[in-house]
């Protein structure tokens, strides 16, 4: 198999990244609450509205395992969550998008409940 170079790659990447958020945005799925979540902190960290914990992610899992997800949901929610997540800083960094004063406003209070734990209103 054939890899592509980075200069081809790279465009097919900022192409795939939006439909990737929605294959795994399955309405209320462990791997859907992932990539809301994996959107939210990218965000936040690109517009400077706050940054994840070192256990966020294992903090998310734990919750959703709690809310009754078994080891295959949590799997593709760690899936889901890490490529989001490389998706959006690739896309960022090829394409910066400028926050507006609003957008800031409301990805602080979001970055607040995720860092108490509140997964629940992703």
Known sequence: MALLPIGRALPLALLM???LGACVAHGDSSAGRAS???TTV???I???AGSPQRTTLDRFLA???ARGADDQQI????AAYVGVSEAEMVNQAVKPQACTVQERTELKARMGR???GEFDKL
């Open 36 to 38: 809301a979540l994996a």
């Open 42 to 44: 990218s965000r936040a």
């Open 63 to 65: 919750a959703e395992k």
């Open 114 to 116: 995720i860092r108490a």
């Open 75 to 78: 799997a593709a929610a760690r």
């Open 17 to 19: 990244a939006p439909l």
């Open 46 to 48: 690109a517009c400077k």
